[in-house]
């Protein structure tokens, strides 16, 4: 079964940057689209960005200029930098992958746990 872990979220104050990590487990043969969402308090879950296999990335509004997506095909890990981090962006982050896992299978969409991004002085 696919498992996604998300590492790195935690606290900072507006300003500041974070990085999350999103790394997966497994048994699988091929990833195409790795990308990151977030859920606010009483909002709907919302892409961030997304990078898909041949390294074009994609960014919301919110994000582009300050938010930088990449992924490490060898390791199957996708991080997403994040910087000049305001109270707007108070979110859980979720990774997201878009997986083959057998051949001939479908590709499979597998989400993370999440992990609490919090941006307050």
């Known amino acids: 079964q696919v498992r996604l872990v998300e590492s790195g979220g935690g606290s900072v104050q507006p300003g500041g940057s974070l990085r999350l990590s999103c790394r997966v487990s497994?048994?699988?043969?091929?990833?195409?689209?790795m990308a990151w969402y977030r859920q606010a308090p009483g909002k709907e879950r919302e892409l961030v960005a997304a990078i898909f296999n041949d390294g074009n990335t994609q960014y919301r509004d919110h994000a582009r200029g300050r938010f930088t997506i990449s992924r490490d095909n060898d390791a199957n890990t996708v991080d997403l930098q994040m910087n000049k981090l305001t109270s707007a962006d108070t979110a859980v982050y979720y990774c997201n992958f878009v997986v083959q896992s057998k051949p001939g299978y479908p590709f499979d969409v597998f989400w993370g746990q999440g992990t609490q991004v919090t941006v307050s002085s």
């Open positions: 497994g048994s699988f043969i091929g990833i195409s689209t």
